[in-house]
């Protein structure tokens, strides 16, 4: 974008949050029946809810123009009587999902409200889960389903890197393309506008103020909420945290990796077993000198069907793109040392076996139509008008390790890619300050977490004069997520009283599980 259209966007952008700070945007609310969903069968859980989309002009500057709408799924409160009305009741928890992209509504969310982790918020008020704007049950969607399936498509025509580059840019922008005839403007999709979607959402379903819990981006969001409409807030969780004042998505991403790759190997030290039989840093070491020699040729047959074997190079970026992907659970933060040893101790041939092996298998999950985890072009719209990434050098790798640069640098150059694609506008300066606010605020963080590290919750906390940070040191990305029962506790007493003494006990005396061993 030239710099002259760029400050003139952010000169409207800056009339428009001026617009959306101020009273509740209206909102109709239509009922979609059945529910986007339902519990599994046998759930012996009674659940009261009811669904539908809060509908919000696309553009509220142009109240008149295109629509979004916005699906939610509410579970009423067990102790209310169909006869009150909503808003005599405790306030209703609003939940999102994080991504950007991401929605919590679906089959799996009900096992949250279980009598032991979150039910007994559900026994005193309503839980809304909301979708933001283009995510998930939105209408409209802003998926690409052709981007979902790059990776084999790619591999099918036999494409090398640049090649597949190529195909990507071609496939993103006939998605935009496609979206922009269909009457969507990406730059109406931002932060500030789902914040003010958020708003909209609680005003048309008839409260007057809520409890906010956000996980990853959706604690990100909650800051935004927290600048600009703190008066519908009686008090916020926010569930792995980013500070607003990160101004590239990717300027933090190797430090982040080596704060958590550091941790990990602390925890490894403190074990007797763990330190005498692995060495994480080591081990990261020697995998990533095997491709020295360059990219390792691999292979991988279909199990289902032996005629099908796909061929293929593995390269030093699939190796670091396996260790981030397992630093992000529990489990595979336990099984982490094992899978890097059983990947390095062979040599160049163990990682063409078995890291080809897990190469294979997703390439084949991508041969269908997949479904959605992520939008993909909401995903990049939010972060190139918040975070955005105009240059690789925006990385910090002031002392990072091999491993953090290798995958600090892929995802430098992706982001980077995607934020040419989607070309939208910077959200104002302003909105890159740490949000300073009085609501009663829950920041939950997990030590081993490689996406937002606990010292970037330590920095949102910094300006929340009633913030309370929890951390987990054997927790990973997103406690709730994690179904972190000690989390569910703590937070189950936050909401039922924002200015209580919290039960952090449990959080003191958790004990991590255990790294597998090779015997095991």
Same mark, same amino acid.
């Given at each position: 974008?030239?710099?002259?259209?760029?400050?003139?966007?952010?000169?409207?952008?800056?009339?428009?949050?001026?617009?959306?700070?101020?009273?509740?945007?209206?909102?109709?609310?239509?009922?979609?029946?059945?529910?986007?969903?339902?519990?599994?069968?046998?759930?012996?859980?009674?659940?009261?809810?009811?669904?539908?989309?809060?509908?919000?002009?696309?553009?509220?500057?142009?109240?008149?123009?295109?629509?979004?709408?916005?699906?939610?799924? #509410?579970?009423?409160?067990?102790?209310?009587?169909?006869? *009150?009305?909503?808003?005599?009741?405790?306030?209703?928890?609003?939940?999102?999902?994080?991504?950007?992209?991401?929605?919590?509504?679906?089959?799996?969310?009900?096992?949250?409200?279980?009598?032991?982790?979150?039910?007994?918020?559900?026994?005193?008020?309503?839980?809304?889960?909301?979708?933001? #704007?283009?995510?998930?049950?939105?209408?409209?969607?802003?998926?690409?389903?052709?981007?979902?399936?790059?990776?084999?498509?790619? %591999?099918?025509?036999?494409?090398?890197?640049?090649?597949?580059?190529?195909?990507?840019?071609?496939?993103?922008?006939?998605?935009?393309?496609?979206? @922009?005839?269909?009457?969507?403007?990406?730059?109406?999709?931002?932060? +500030?506008?789902?914040?003010?979607?958020?708003?909209?959402?609680?005003?048309?379903?008839?409260?007057? #103020?809520?409890?906010? %819990?956000?996980?990853?981006?959706?604690?990100?969001?909650?800051?935004?909420?927290?600048?600009?409409?703190?008066?519908?807030?009686?008090?916020?969780?926010?569930?792995?945290?980013?500070?607003?004042?990160?101004?590239?998505?990717?300027?933090?991403?190797?430090?982040?990796?080596? %704060?958590?790759?550091?941790?990990?190997?602390?925890?490894?030290?403190?074990?007797?077993?763990?330190?005498?039989?692995?060495?994480?840093?080591?081990?990261?070491?020697?995998?990533?000198?095997?491709?020295?020699?360059?990219?390792?040729?691999?292979? %991988? *047959?279909?199990?289902?069907?032996?005629?099908?074997?796909?061929?293929?190079?593995?390269?030093?970026?699939?190796?670091?793109?396996?260790?981030?992907?397992?630093?992000?659970?529990?489990?595979?933060?336990?099984?982490?040392?094992?899978?890097?040893?059983?990947?390095?101790?062979?040599?160049?041939?163990?990682?063409?076996?078995?890291?080809?092996?897990?190469?294979?298998?997703?390439?084949?999950?991508?041969?269908?139509?997949?479904?959605?985890?992520?939008?993909?072009?909401?995903?990049?719209?939010?972060?190139?008008?918040?975070?955005?990434? @105009?240059?690789?050098?925006?990385?910090?790798?002031?002392?990072?390790?091999?491993?953090?640069?290798?995958?600090?640098?892929?995802?430098?150059?992706?982001?980077?890619?995607?934020?040419?694609?989607?070309?939208?506008?910077?959200?104002?300066?302003?909105?890159?300050?740490? +949000?300073?606010?009085?609501?009663?605020?829950?920041?939950?963080?997990?030590?081993?977490?490689?996406?937002?590290?606990?010292?970037?919750?330590?920095? +949102?906390?910094?300006?929340?004069?009633?913030?309370?940070?929890?951390?987990?040191?054997?927790?990973?990305? +997103?406690?709730?997520?994690?179904?972190?029962?000690?989390?569910? #506790?703590?937070?189950?007493?936050?909401?039922?009283?924002?200015?209580?003494?919290?039960?952090?006990?449990?959080?003191?005396?958790?004990?991590?599980?255990?790294?597998?061993?090779?015997?095991?």
């Amino acid at each position: 974008m030239a710099q002259g259209a760029a400050v003139a966007a952010q000169v409207i952008l800056a009339l428009a949050l001026t617009s959306l700070s101020g009273a509740a945007t209206a909102a109709r609310v239509e009922p979609v029946v059945p529910c986007f969903a339902t519990p599994a069968p046998g759930t012996a859980i009674d659940f009261r809810m009811d669904c539908g989309y809060v509908v919000v002009p696309q553009d509220p500057l142009a109240p008149d123009g295109s629509e979004v709408k916005l699906g939610f799924l #509410r579970l009423s409160a067990r102790s209310a009587k169909d006869a *009150t009305p909503p808003q005599t009741r405790a306030a209703p928890l609003f939940m999102l999902a994080g991504g950007p992209g991401g929605s919590l509504i679906q089959a799996e969310v009900f096992a949250l409200f279980r009598p032991e982790f979150l039910g007994p918020i559900l026994d005193q008020r309503d839980v809304v889960i909301l979708d933001q #704007r283009g995510a998930g049950h939105v209408v409209p969607f802003l998926g690409c389903e052709a981007f979902d399936r790059l990776g084999w498509t790619a %591999y099918s025509l036999g494409l090398e890197q640049e090649q597949s580059i190529a195909l990507e840019h071609a496939v993103l922008d006939r998605c935009i393309v496609d979206l @922009r005839r269909q009457g969507v403007d990406l730059a109406t999709y931002n932060s +500030v506008a789902i914040a003010a979607d958020l708003n909209a959402a609680r005003a048309g379903l008839g409260y007057e #103020r809520i409890v906010y %819990y956000g996980a990853s981006y959706g604690a990100q969001l909650g800051q935004h909420l927290m600048r600009d409409f703190p008066g519908m807030l009686e008090s916020v969780v926010l569930d792995g945290a980013n500070p607003l004042s990160r101004k590239s998505w990717i300027e933090d991403k190797a430090l982040d990796v080596d %704060y958590s790759i550091q941790h990990l190997a602390a925890l490894c030290e403190a074990d007797t077993k763990c330190r005498a039989t692995y060495d994480i840093p080591l081990l990261i070491e020697r995998g990533l000198k095997l491709f020295d020699a360059g990219p390792i040729p691999a292979s %991988y *047959t279909d199990p289902k069907d032996p005629g099908t074997t796909l061929k293929f190079d593995i390269r030093q970026s699939d190796f670091a793109t396996l260790i981030y992907e397992m630093q992000g659970t529990k489990i595979g933060v336990m099984a982490l040392p094992l899978t890097l040893k059983t990947l390095v101790d062979g040599g160049r041939a163990s990682m063409a076996n078995e890291l080809g092996k897990m190469i294979g298998q997703q390439l084949l999950a991508l041969r269908g139509a997949p479904l959605w985890s992520t939008a993909a072009i909401m995903h990049m719209a939010v972060v190139c008008s918040d975070d955005p990434v @105009r240059s690789a050098d925006e990385l910090v790798l002031d002392r990072a390790s091999r491993y953090a640069t290798v995958l600090g640098t892929g995802a430098a150059a992706q982001y980077l890619r995607y934020c040419r694609s989607v070309d939208v506008p910077s959200l104002p300066d302003s909105t890159d300050v740490n +949000v300073a606010s009085a609501v009663p605020t829950l920041i939950l963080s997990g030590g081993l977490d490689a996406q937002t590290p606990t010292f970037r919750s330590e920095l +949102v906390a910094r300006s929340l004069p009633n913030a309370r940070l929890v951390v987990f040191p054997d927790g990973t990305h +997103v406690q709730l997520g994690a179904i972190n029962l000690c989390a569910g #506790r703590i937070m189950v007493e936050f909401v039922g009283d924002p200015k209580g003494a919290l039960p952090l006990e449990c959080a003191r005396t958790l004990r991590f599980p255990g790294f597998v061993l090779p015997e095991e």
